[in-house]
């Protein structure tokens, strides 16, 4: 979907005088020929990729290269890349700590860890080197604005890494990313990565006071995705110049529609107003909201996996990102599960395949079985396509006119694979028919936007088995362990007896 925008700020952070070559291990492998020309591996790595991150370290080192490494994992866990055998541990957020390496290399040393308190003033982080990504493989492009967010979720380690104080771009800084972008030739979405975009409304309302500029001098050539948490809804100023700038889509963490569990995860923002007027001000205003929903809080009631498909229903949201809680590495989450004894690993990883990493207040195979059974109903075909219809029937027109572009092959291709699988293959073929014309009459500013999204669950169609497969085998694995612990408990007694 997108490029690792870490790595080329890294690449753009060290010295223009050495040569840089960048794999995206999300895209394609490394060759024979990349190994042998390159002097340093350089890696970045998310929790989920460690398998990864640690398999090309040993491949590195197989090798005799020198291996440095980084990024929110290893800032995480620095101990595992270091049992694996990384020379350079460049930890935190590159532009303290890249400066180090850069003058430990100078002075000839050949291992070290840089880690810093600090958390820096990002108007100095230099334009990335987009012109080292191989543009064709991404959806879309990222930028970044801010850094951190000033709420406290007890689950989330944005805080821990980036830090509460939202620090901000200048504006003419991001728009001189923007000009490289465009002088590079893109012209599709472009996603802005911000952890809380809103997080300083101020300075947010200047860089899109600035953009809005950029934008119509430029004829729109972008179309931007953003993070932003739900108080976004009372700001409607604020909506209606990301709708000027040519904002289409934004993520927000609703999490859950129990008030108890938002009370208890500290997630005091989303309880404010009411969720569903939020995400109905935000439709409505023409920025079509995706969710992120979990399951698992502490002391959650049973049916928490209906009430979120309920949720789901009531508002349209079609995309969601939907997860089991996991205490990642030293959140506050983290730190009370481990006071009460309750982490079943430190291995937390966020995907959306992955069992909870602690033991929870009800039964874990219960919250299991909601998660899976909501995940299923979410993607069902009839249900995705009636929830997307509604949505899109009440989603505001966008309000910026971008000149008629031809489409690519790319474009084309989509289209046809859309066509063909649920337009004539799959036996809801009628209700997509039916649903896209009423679309095109009754919202037609809307329509190719709709089957866009409609086009998602081809992803989460398939995805629904992964995660089916993945969640039994790991209950399975769990009830193993647990029947190990078990045995290992009585054994003494048995011993006695014997
Ligand atoms: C955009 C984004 C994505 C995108 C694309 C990511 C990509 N291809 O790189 C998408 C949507 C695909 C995505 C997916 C996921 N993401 Co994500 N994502 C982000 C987000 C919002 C922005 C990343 C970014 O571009 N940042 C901007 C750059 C400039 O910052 P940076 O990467 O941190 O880099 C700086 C420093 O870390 C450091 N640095 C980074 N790399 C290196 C390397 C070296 C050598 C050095 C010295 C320094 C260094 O220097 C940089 C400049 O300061 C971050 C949050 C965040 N604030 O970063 C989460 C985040 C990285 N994602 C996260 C997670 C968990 C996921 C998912 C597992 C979510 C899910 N449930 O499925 C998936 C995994 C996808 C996969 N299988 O690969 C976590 C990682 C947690 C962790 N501790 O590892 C984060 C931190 C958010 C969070 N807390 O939830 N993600
Ligand atoms: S609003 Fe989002 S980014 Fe901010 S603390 Fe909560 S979960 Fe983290």
Do not use: H, W
């Given at each position: 979907m997108l490029p690792p925008l870490g790595l080329i700020t890294v690449a753009a952070i060290l010295p223009q005088a050495w040569e840089f070559k960048l794999v995206d291990r999300?895209?394609?492998n490394i060759t024979e020929a990349e190994w042998a020309w390159a002097d340093l591996v350089i890696l970045s790595a998310m929790i989920v990729q460690k398998d990864d991150l640690l398999a090309i370290i040993q491949e590195a080192k197989r090798r005799g290269k020198?291996?440095?490494?980084?990024?929110?994992?290893?800032?995480?866990?620095?101990e595992v890349p270091q049992t694996a055998g990384v020379d350079y541990l460049i930890l935190d957020e590159g532009e303290i700590t890249l400066p180090m390496f850069v003058e430990a290399i100078a002075k000839g040393e050949t291992s070290g860890i840089f880690r810093t308190q600090e958390k820096p003033d990002v108007t100095s982080t230099p334009v990335p080197r987009f012109d080292l990504l191989e543009f064709d493989a991404y959806d879309s492009m990222s930028v970044q604005f801010s850094r951190g967010c000033p709420f406290q979720c007890e689950f989330c380690d944005i805080i821990v890494l980036y830090g509460r104080k939202p620090r901000t771009k200048t504006p003419a800084q991001l728009l001189a990313e923007l000009d490289y972008l465009y002088e590079l030739g893109w012209r599709r979405g472009v996603f802005m990565v911000d952890d809380n975009f809103i997080g300083n409304k101020r300075n947010v309302k200047l860089l899109l006071e600035a953009l809005k500029i950029w934008q119509q001098e430029h004829e729109y050539p972008f179309r931007f995705n953003t993070e932003a948490s739900v108080d976004l809804a009372a700001d409607q100023e604020l909506m209606d110049l990301m709708m000027d700038c040519y904002f289409d889509a934004v993520f927000l963490g609703i999490e859950t529609p129990d008030e108890d569990s938002l009370q208890l995860t500290k997630k005091f923002q989303?309880?404010?107003?009411?969720?569903?007027?939020?995400?109905?001000a935000i439709t409505k205003t023409g920025l079509r909201v995706m969710a992120g929903f979990i399951i698992g809080f502490?002391?959650?009631k049973s049916g928490a996996g209906d009430r979120i498909v309920r949720f789901a229903e009531l508002t349209g949201?079609?995309?969601?990102?939907?997860?089991?809680?996991?205490?990642?590495p030293h959140t506050a989450l983290w730190h009370r599960l481990?006071?009460?004894?309750?982490?079943?690993?430190?291995?937390?990883?966020?995907?959306?395949?992955?069992?909870?990493?602690?033991?929870?207040?009800?039964?874990?195979e219960e919250i299991a079985r909601?998660?899976?059974?909501?995940?299923?109903?979410?993607?069902?075909?009839?249900?995705?396509?009636d929830r997307v219809y509604s949505y899109f029937?009440?989603?505001?027109?966008?309000r910026v006119k971008v000149p008629a572009k031809l489409p690519t092959l790319i474009d084309l291709r989509a289209l046809a694979i859309i066509v063909w699988r649920q337009g004539i293959k799959r036996e809801t073929r009628w209700k997509f028919w039916h649903h896209l014309f009423s679309v095109i009459k009754r919202n037609p500013a809307v329509w190719e936007h709709y089957l866009i999204v409609c086009a998602h669950n081809e992803h989460f169609m398939e995805y629904r088995e992964i995660v089916r497969t993945q969640i039994e085998e790991q209950l399975t694995a769990y009830w193993a362990e647990e029947e190990r612990v078990k045995q290992l408990e009585v054994k003494p007694e048995k011993a006695i007896a014997g």
């Open positions: 999300n895209v394609r020198r291996v440095a490494c980084g990024g929110p994992y290893p800032t995480s866990m620095p989303n309880t404010r107003s009411s969720l569903l007027e939020a995400v109905e502490d002391g959650e949201i079609p995309t969601t990102t939907f997860a089991m809680l996991q205490a990642l481990e006071k009460e004894g309750r982490l079943r690993s430190t291995n937390g990883n966020l995907n959306q395949t992955t069992l909870m990493n602690f033991v929870p207040t009800r039964p874990v909601e998660y899976v059974e909501a995940f299923c109903e979410l993607y069902e075909p009839n249900a995705y396509l029937l009440k989603l505001g027109a966008p």
